[in-house]
């Protein structure tokens, strides 16, 4: 259109601007063509064939039916006649007539007469060529009101305005083309936007995507007012005058170009645009919430977890205060997951998309629920218990003590005589009436209903006031046999004495003399001397902490002693069975190196974090290195069990076992690593529990994921041990992410029928192992050895290089499926997770590899082919619409 309008845009005086402006004049014949009028211009021959075929071109192209053409040659001669036929042979448009008014100089008029036979074919004309003698003859043809007055008809042509009306129609036509464009090519997109797997992202791109749509309706509505105004401007005339009309050309354009076309082109891309983006937001906000409700269920998932995990080990401290505060604080992630679960149930109310994996979480959270209150009740009890308890004990502990004070308290003199023997008896009697009133008449029955539910520490705390309970008892006793003798019999006065200072017991008041070991400041809401809150506090744990590590030195010391070091005694030489010959190394693995790194280091660092507890994180952090020589033990281990389960019942470990008077066997306390390893991140926990939003939060946080990376990287290298087959270098593959075992379905283009058939079906069970540089996909076996328990080991049978793979986050029909295809789909892997959360877990690493390769190849010379970029290929088959 914009090379169409460069013609009409000339001057009127210009041949082209003279031609195109004065040829489409508004006129129709009788049958409505559209009339194409040639006056007369003696510079017609000098415009140039393209821009005659340009300007004629456009002109056809407005109307869509048949022509009439007018040559106007009267002042001219049969040469201009000849021209504008030949010229107009190549007429793009469909002709019907063709009127020429001839020369009407005589010898001209007779020269045309004559030519126009001659010459007739060589017109290439296939209609009829009508040849006028005056302007007369033509009306008898055309009527008056669709000729020009230079024609002698009375149609009203305004040059000025015929060029500005279709200037601005085909600028609108080209703005509602625009228009259109650019609504298709944002419904593109957003029909091949991928769903994003968080919250923030979702929330982002509905911002984009909104922003972008409301400034797509601005322009939609701006291109509508614009056709308006167009619309308004053409019909002018008629609104200025009601004697005025429109001509034939302005109705053309108002009705058949303006309303058919341009703005009902409008009306129906403004509808499906908005139905469109009506399903996409609705799809982008139940994203939006399917996010939220994911975050919060994982939340509360970690909640429960924390809750359960979190165990009052220090029973014997419970007082009321902390036994309420239990009741309050259990009560917490019941709520949020029950409302969570019902918040999940209106979403599947309204129809939302992800109805399949919403479902399950609410399921999952209700089962929870019930579990939890079921645990919670348990607990509830054992507290309520416990409690009952530790005021028996306090009470019992109280007695003690105030019947100590009323025995040192009855002075001998006043006992002599059987007045006094007899009042100090009654004393006695009523004092032993309150052990009833406690219910301390047979305190073992009821510590016994305790046993099971008490620590160490707390039995020995129990079983101390039990024996002091006898004590005091027989006191009482041995007094009483003393006093009766006394009241039975008279005897003489007896000269009063004074015991000695150093024998008589301390006094003081029963209310206020606590037993030792009773009433400490740890574990206790309140502490009953100080008064002041306490809680389970840093100092707590770490006292655990650095006891049990001296314990666990002291194990590992008697092992490395009392067997390793026993395997080099001559005199037990001849016990070592032969397969144990030489296999010390392989039986304790790098025991001594753990061992020497926690008795020299770390057992002193942490001790000195006794007046410091801030410092516990910085000593994890410090010593990330040297934690991972558990990594090289566990390595062992499978070995050294093996090992042990072939020599495990010889005659040597049971004399090193008698000797070293250990309960249980060394296979036990080869276990110690494993599980001290698995303590430090409990003991962390339980230490962030206590510093929320304190200042060393943050490095108790990192701590914490230090343990547990070691943790993860100790798991995982046992099973990368035991690969076999592969014939490269394991450690050349990068650093290992992932693995774990996937039902898996193949379809490789090149594979035979059948095969490709079967695979489609039957799925094969196959253990990934994913490294920065590759996949391998592993056959899991496991074998029992000699009736133990089964070995794993994994076959290896495939793998793909990492720069060349893509993935397919969703299948149709399960969405605990994803794949995973090489060199463009060629060979297809479907893999089957065994829950959508491990699904999300592996597809986020991947994702993390190959958009990590992607930067790669980013950063590299613009002079480098960078080959692995097809490759970094993620896609989601979830459509937006």
Same mark, same amino acid.
């Given at each position: 259109?914009?090379?169409?309008?460069q013609?009409?845009?000339?001057?009127?005086?210009?041949?082209?601007?003279?031609?195109?402006?004065?040829?489409?004049?508004g006129?129709?014949?009788?049958?409505?063509?559209?009339i194409?009028?040639f006056?007369e211009c003696?510079?017609?021959?000098?415009?140039?064939?393209e821009?005659?075929?340009?300007?004629?071109?456009y002109?056809t192209?407005i109307?869509?039916?048949?022509?009439?053409?007018i040559?106007?040659?009267?002042?001219?001669k049969w040469?201009?006649?000849k021209?504008?036929?030949?010229?107009?042979?190549?007429?793009?448009?469909?002709l019907?007539?063709?009127?020429?008014?001839?020369?009407s100089?005589?010898?001209?008029r007779?020269?045309?007469?004559?030519?126009?036979?001659?010459?007739?074919?060589?017109f290439?004309m296939?209609?009829p060529i009508?040849?006028?003698?005056?302007?007369?003859?033509?009306?008898?043809?055309?009527d008056?009101?669709?000729?020009?007055?230079?024609?002698?008809?009375?149609?009203?042509?305004?040059?000025?305005q015929w060029?500005?009306?279709?200037t601005?129609?085909?600028?609108?036509?080209?703005?509602?083309?625009?228009?259109?464009?650019?609504?298709?090519?944002?419904?593109?997109?957003?029909?091949?936007?991928?769903?994003?797997?968080?919250?923030?992202?979702?929330?982002?791109?509905l911002?984009?995507?909104?922003?972008h749509? %409301?400034?797509?309706?601005v322009?939609?509505?701006?291109?509508?007012?614009?056709?308006?105004?167009?619309l308004?401007?053409?019909?002018?005339?008629v609104?200025?005058?009601?004697?005025?009309?429109?001509?034939?050309?302005?109705?053309?354009?108002c009705?058949?170009?303006?309303?058919?076309?341009?703005l009902?082109?409008?009306?129906?891309?403004?509808?499906?645009?908005?139905?469109?983006?009506?399903?996409?937001?609705?799809?982008?906000?139940?994203?939006?919430?399917?996010?939220?409700?994911?975050?919060?269920?994982?939340?509360?998932?970690?909640?429960?977890i924390?809750?359960?995990?979190a165990?009052?080990?220090?029973?014997?401290?419970?007082?009321?205060?902390?036994?309420?505060?239990?009741?309050f &604080?259990?009560?917490e992630?019941?709520?949020?997951a029950?409302?969570?679960?019902?918040?999940?149930e209106?979403? &599947?109310?309204?129809?939302?998309?992800?109805?399949?994996?919403?479902?399950?979480?609410?399921?999952?959270?209700r089962?929870?629920?019930d579990?939890?209150?079921?645990?919670?009740?348990?607990?509830?009890?054992?507290?309520?218990?416990?409690?009952e308890?530790?005021?028996?004990?306090?009470?019992?502990?109280?007695?003690?003590?105030?019947?100590?004070?009323l025995?040192?308290?009855?002075?001998v003199?006043?006992c002599?005589?059987?007045?006094?023997a007899e009042?100090?008896?009654?004393?006695?009697?009523?004092?032993?009436?309150t052990?009833?009133e406690?219910?301390?008449?047979?305190?073992?029955?009821?510590?016994?209903?305790?046993?099971?539910?008490?620590?160490?520490?707390?039995?020995a705390?129990?079983?101390k006031?039990?024996?002091?309970l006898e004590?005091?008892?027989?006191?009482?006793?041995?007094?009483?046999?003393?006093?009766?003798k006394?009241?039975?019999?008279?005897?003489r006065?007896?000269?009063?004495?004074?015991?000695?200072?150093?024998?008589?017991?301390?006094?003081?008041?029963?209310?206020?003399?606590?037993?030792?070991?009773?009433?400490?400041?740890?574990?206790?809401?309140?502490?009953?001397?100080?008064?002041?809150?306490?809680?389970?506090?840093?100092?707590?744990?770490?006292n655990?902490?650095?006891?049990?590590?001296r314990?666990?030195?002291?194990?590992?010391?008697?092992?490395i002693?009392?067997y390793? %070091?026993?395997m080099?005694?001559?005199?037990?030489?001849?016990?070592?069975?032969?397969?144990?010959?030489?296999k010390?190394d392989?039986?304790?693995?790098?025991?001594?190196?753990?061992?020497?790194f926690h008795?020299?280091?770390?057992?002193?660092?942490?001790?000195?974090?006794?007046e410091n507890?801030?410092l516990?994180?910085r000593?994890?952090?410090?010593?990330?290195?040297?934690?991972?020589?558990?990594e090289?033990?566990?390595?062992n281990?499978?070995?050294?069990?093996?090992?042990?389960?072939?020599?495990?019942?010889?005659?040597?470990?049971?004399?090193?076992?008698?000797?070293?008077?250990?309960k249980?066997?060394?296979?036990?306390?080869?276990?110690?690593?494993?599980?001290?390893?698995?303590?430090y991140?409990?003991?962390?926990?339980?230490?962030?529990?206590?510093?929320?939003?304190?200042e060393?939060?943050?490095?108790?946080?990192?701590?914490l994921?230090?343990?547990?990376?070691?943790?993860?990287?100790?798991?995982?290298?046992?099973?990368? &041990?035991?690969?076999?087959?592969?014939?490269?270098?394991?450690?050349?593959?990068?650093?290992?992410?992932?693995?774990g075992?996937?039902?898996?379905?193949?379809?490789?283009?090149?594979?035979?029928?059948?095969?490709?058939d079967?695979?489609?079906?039957?799925?094969m069970q196959?253990?990934?192992?994913?490294?920065t540089?590759?996949?391998?996909?592993?056959?899991?076996?496991?074998?029992?050895?000699?009736?133990?328990?089964?070995?794993?080991?994994?076959?290896?049978?495939?793998?793909?290089?990492?720069?060349?793979?893509?993935?397919t986050?969703?299948v149709?029909?399960?969405?605990?499926?994803?794949?995973i295809?090489?060199?463009?789909?060629?060979?297809?892997?479907?893999i089957?997770?065994?829950?959508?959360?491990?699904?999300?877990?592996w597809?986020?690493?991947?994702?993390?590899?190959l958009?990590?390769?992607?930067?790669?190849?980013?950063?590299?010379?613009?002079?480098v082919?960078?080959?692995c970029?097809?490759?970094?290929?993620?896609?989601?088959?979830?459509g937006?619409?």
């Open positions: 259109s914009l090379c169409r309008l013609h009409l845009e000339l001057p009127e005086g210009s041949g082209r601007g003279w031609l195109s402006g004065r040829a489409l004049q006129g129709r014949g009788k049958d409505g063509a559209p194409i009028t006056p003696a510079g017609f021959s000098d415009i140039p064939d821009d005659f075929l340009n300007v004629v071109t002109l192209s109307p869509s039916i048949g022509f009439i053409i040559i106007d040659r009267r002042r001219d040469s201009a006649v021209a504008s036929l030949t010229r107009i042979g190549a007429f793009p448009g469909n019907q007539l063709v009127f020429v008014l001839r020369p100089r005589f010898i001209q007779t020269i045309a007469d004559i030519g126009i036979k001659l010459y007739r074919d060589d290439k296939k209609v009508i040849m006028l003698n005056s302007v007369s003859d033509l009306h008898g043809y055309i008056k009101s669709q000729l020009t007055r230079e024609l002698g008809g009375t149609l009203e042509y305004g040059h000025s060029i500005h009306h279709r601005a129609i085909e600028n609108f036509a080209m703005t509602v083309k625009t228009t259109a464009q650019m609504l298709q090519t944002f419904g593109t997109d957003l029909a091949e936007t991928e769903l994003p797997n968080d919250v923030k992202c979702t929330e982002e791109l911002s984009a995507h909104t922003e749509h %409301s400034k797509l309706k322009n939609l509505k701006l291109a509508v007012k614009q056709g308006a105004t167009l308004t401007c053409i019909r002018e005339p609104t200025r005058s009601a004697n005025s009309k429109l001509s034939p050309d302005e109705l053309e354009n009705f058949s170009l303006f309303f058919n076309r341009l009902a082109q409008l009306d129906e891309t403004e509808k499906a645009f908005d139905q469109f983006w009506t399903k996409h937001h609705l799809k982008l906000e139940q994203c939006l919430q399917l996010r939220h409700f994911e975050h919060d269920f994982r939340e509360v998932h970690h909640l429960f924390m809750s359960t995990q165990s009052f080990a220090d029973i014997g401290d419970i007082t009321l205060k902390s036994f309420i505060c239990f009741s &604080i259990s009560q992630p019941l709520e949020k029950q409302s969570l679960a019902l918040h999940g209106q979403l &599947i109310q309204n129809n939302h998309y992800a109805v399949d994996s919403i479902r399950p979480k609410c399921v999952e959270l089962r929870i629920c579990d939890f209150t079921n645990e919670t009740k348990k607990k509830y009890d054992i507290l309520g218990k416990s409690l308890l530790h005021k028996q004990l306090d009470k019992a502990s109280q007695w003690c003590e105030a019947g100590i004070y025995l040192a308290s009855q002075a003199d006043k002599q005589s059987q007045e006094g009042t100090a008896l009654v004393e006695i009697e009523k004092f032993l009436m052990a009833k406690h219910q301390l008449s047979n305190p073992k029955e009821f510590y016994n209903q305790f046993d099971m539910i008490l620590t160490p520490e707390i039995k705390n129990a079983q006031i039990l024996q002091k004590d005091v008892q027989e006191m009482f006793d041995k007094r009483q046999v003393s006093l009766k006394l009241a039975a019999k008279q005897t006065p007896v000269q009063p004495v004074a015991p000695h200072p150093e024998s008589s017991p301390k006094r003081g008041s029963p209310k206020t003399t606590r037993p030792a070991g009773v009433g400490t400041c740890h574990g206790s809401l309140f502490c009953k001397r100080c008064n002041t809150p306490s809680f389970i506090s840093f100092s707590h744990i770490i655990e902490l650095i006891e049990t590590e314990v666990y030195v002291e194990e590992l010391q008697s092992i002693e009392g390793a %070091s026993e080099d005694n001559p005199n037990l030489v001849h016990l070592i069975p032969s397969a144990l010959q030489n010390k392989v039986l304790f693995g790098n025991l001594p190196e753990i061992y020497e008795n020299r280091i770390f057992l002193k660092e942490i001790e000195n974090c006794i507890p801030e516990l994180a000593c994890f952090l410090k010593r990330k290195e040297d934690l991972q020589i558990y090289k033990y566990c390595q281990k499978p070995r050294s069990e093996a090992l042990w389960r072939q020599c495990g019942d010889s005659i040597f470990f049971q004399e090193c076992q008698r000797k070293l008077d250990h249980l066997s060394l296979d036990a306390y080869l276990l110690k690593p494993v599980q001290r390893i698995t303590k991140q409990l003991i962390l926990k339980e230490m962030l529990k206590c510093s929320k939003n304190s060393g939060t943050a490095e108790l946080e990192e701590a994921a230090t343990v547990l990376d070691i943790i993860k990287s100790v798991n995982d290298s046992m099973h990368q &041990i035991a690969i076999t087959g592969y014939e490269g270098d394991v450690s050349e593959l990068g650093k290992l992410l992932m693995q075992s996937f039902n898996v379905w193949t379809d490789h283009k090149k594979g035979h029928n059948k095969v490709k079967l695979a489609r079906f039957k799925p196959r253990h990934l192992f994913l490294y540089k590759m996949l391998l996909f592993c056959k899991k076996r496991e074998e029992n050895t000699d009736g133990h328990e089964k070995t794993a080991s994994y076959s290896f049978k495939n793998s793909l290089k990492m720069s060349t793979v893509g993935i986050e969703n149709k029909g399960d969405n605990k499926k994803f794949e295809w090489y060199n463009g789909r060629e060979e297809v892997y479907i089957q997770a065994s829950s959508v959360e491990l699904k999300n877990t597809i986020s690493e991947i994702r993390k590899v958009t990590g390769q992607l930067e790669a190849c980013r950063g590299r010379t613009h002079s082919v960078c080959w970029l097809p490759s970094v290929h993620v896609c989601n088959n979830v937006l619409g």
